[in-house]
């Protein structure tokens, strides 16, 4: 992501996506130049002692290996083994978390004269409350595109005749560019994946063992914050590490406590953005919050920052962006109910007895003032039936 978050530089952030697999090889490029780093590919843990800091391995032919660690750190992903380890020695709360729904991923092909099939340069989304699809630009001039439904409606739809039914009934003008062809070949050889949510405490166990990204705070990819969220992890046990002089008695259990809070309030924004996107997006409130979000954040940049600004383009802490938000709801409605009692209160005072208004002042107001709003009052009416 990159952001000019200095004064409210809105038109200077925007969010770039990176492809996982070339990030994989920049990071193993980057690690052959660190001797003191062995990489070891194919070797599934099997279990692993945190008092002696022994691991065992087994490599595909079934052969183990056992190896030792002064400190044992795992970032192996949602479905943890070093995690797993982890709980049988010591009391961890943990929640895993499936939602109803699952993802299958089509693709929109470049146009037959190589370009881009629709705008470039924004995340085009189609939601349809119970679910949404959602198309991202790659460099090769195509789009990743992303069904996103309940499991129970992925069954219903068992034929090619069922697919291209379904798709012109719910996303009509997206067939056009997905290519029927290629939507019924598409949907029909693949299946809908799970999405997980996890959550635990705490990450470590002693001095001798910790887990980070994923292996604690999995979290349903409707914020863009997964990555981020484990690299920041970097950052957060850095910092610890740098507190404490490097003692891990002391870092590992402040890792737990500075990241624990923050690690479920981003699997819990996740999960909010989920329902904003497939469902908040369609009421008709939600462009005017985002236009007043921007205009206040535009005048007061420093005490008004919306929600997705916080959470994408600073390191304000995920918590904290929870709180803040709390804080604006809060500040919104109590501004709203105030204008609706002065409303009311207008509203009975210029209705009272039956007076014209354009034949009283309001409090002082001059006449022809109480013309206008006599008149904007009737268009109101008129708007709201």
Not at 42 to 52: E, M
Not at 294 to 308: A, E, M, Q, R
């Amino acid at each position: 992501m990159c952001s000019a978050h200095n004064g409210c530089l809105l038109n200077f952030q925007y969010i770039m996506s990176v492809d996982r697999r070339k990030l994989n090889e920049l990071l193993l490029t980057a690690t052959e130049k660190y001797p003191n780093i062995a990489l070891h590919f194919q070797h599934k843990l099997v279990s692993c002692d945190f008092q002696t800091g022994e691991m065992v391995f087994e490599k595909p032919e079934g052969e183990r290996l056992t190896r030792h660690a002064d400190v044992i750190i795992g970032c192996d992903g949602a479905y943890s083994a070093v995690r797993q380890q982890l709980m049988k020695c010591t009391l961890m709360y943990y929640e895993q978390t499936y939602i109803p729904h699952g993802y299958l991923e089509l693709r929109i092909p470049k146009t037959p004269d190589d370009k881009y099939a629709m705008a470039i340069n924004y995340l085009h989304l189609w939601p349809r409350n119970q679910f949404m699809m959602i198309a991202l630009p790659n460099q090769d001039k195509t789009y990743t595109t992303t069904l996103i439904m309940p499991f129970e409606i992925f069954k219903q739809i068992d034929s090619e005749e069922k697919v291209v039914d379904f798709f012109k009934t719910h996303f009509p003008d997206s067939i056009q560019f997905l290519g029927e062809e290629n939507l019924k070949k598409t949907y029909m050889s693949g299946s809908a994946r799970p999405v997980v949510s996890v959550k635990c405490h705490p990450y470590h166990v002693g001095d001798r063992g910790l887990i980070m990204g994923d292996a604690t705070h999995a979290m349903v990819p409707f914020y863009g914050q997964g990555m981020n969220a484990g690299l920041e992890d970097c950052i957060v046990f850095e910092e610890m590490l740098d507190q404490y002089d490097n003692d891990f008695s002391k870092a590992l259990p402040a890792f737990t406590e500075m990241r624990n809070i923050d690690a479920k309030a981003i699997c819990d924004l996740a999960m909010y953005n989920y329902i904003e996107l497939r469902e908040a997006v369609n009421s008709p409130l939600f462009v005017p919050r985002k236009v007043l979000d921007n205009v206040l954040y535009y005048l007061f940049p420093n005490t008004w920052i919306p929600l997705y600004t916080m959470v994408s383009f600073t390191r304000i802490r995920y918590h904290q962006c929870i709180l803040q938000r709390e804080w604006q709801d809060q500040v919104l409605r109590r501004v709203g109910y105030g204008f609706a009692t002065v409303g009311a209160f207008l509203g009975c005072y210029m209705l009272r007895d039956n007076v014209q208004i354009h034949k009283t002042s309001l409090f002082g107001v001059p006449y022809w003032l109480s013309g206008q709003l006599s008149g904007i009052s009737e268009s109101l009416k008129t708007w709201i039936k």
